[in-house]
């Protein structure tokens, strides 16, 4: 792992410490179902990559839906359950500022709400290197959390102190559209009175 600042390490650090709880808590989450199915209807095969993995709930879909799968994930803890969950898939110790992966490997990706914990100064860094190991008119799926500025946020466990880059729609929409991403579709989606995800479908431009 390189380029990770403090506030990613304590990121990490908190999903390592309660990677068991955090992953039964998020387990049976299905308002992402929904996209996981329109996600296959715009790429209904091919080879694709999920930037950060988790316990390996969505994998398990996409697998499941016949995908050439990989996953990622910068916490260890995560990734053990996520083998554990899909016994036979591919899931590899990696953070997103350094893909192990050839220029232009793959289909598609899926990315649900992993970017968020990026630093707003390295998020160029981030799009730039899953651009570079999308395939021209690549697919992919982002999720994000609107609001303001970036900060370390304490909930309780099984979360704990992990840090937030908030964003406005047209704001992520500038950044992804200047590094190489075309915009295929967008929705904001509330899931309480306190977080309302931004939901992107986007085309690699070459």
């Not at 600042?5 to 410490?17: L, N, V």
């Not at 992953?23 to 996209?35: G, L, N, T």
């Not at 200047?178 to 306190?194: D, L």
Request: hydrophobic content about 35%.
């Amino acid at each position: 792992m390189k380029k990770l600042s403090s506030d990613e390490k304590i990121t990490i650090q908190s999903y390592d410490k309660n990677a068991n709880e955090w992953a039964k808590d998020h387990a049976h989450e299905i308002r992402w179902y929904s996209y996981i199915k329109k996600f296959n209807q715009l790429l209904p095969s091919g080879k694709i990559i999920e930037i950060g993995s988790g316990g390996g709930r969505d994998a398990k879909q996409l697998i499941k839906i016949g995908y050439e799968y990989i996953g990622i994930d910068a916490s260890e803890g995560l990734l053990a359950i996520a083998r554990k969950n899909n016994p036979g898939a591919k899931f590899l110790g990696q953070n997103v500022y350094q893909l192990d992966f050839l220029d232009i490997s793959f289909d598609g990706f899926w990315c649900v709400a992993t970017l968020l914990h990026l630093p707003k100064n390295k998020i160029n860094t981030a799009l730039s290197e899953i651009h570079r190991v999308m395939k021209p008119s690549a697919l992919g799926f982002i999720s994000v959390k609107k609001g303001r500025g970036e900060r370390l946020v304490y909930e309780p466990p099984p979360d704990e102190t992990r840090f937030f880059a908030f964003y406005h729609p047209e704001e992520f929409k500038t950044i992804l559209t200047q590094n190489g991403f075309e915009i295929i579709s967008f929705e904001e989606v509330s899931k309480s009175n306190k977080t309302t995800w931004l939901i992107y479908f986007v085309k690699a431009k070459k």
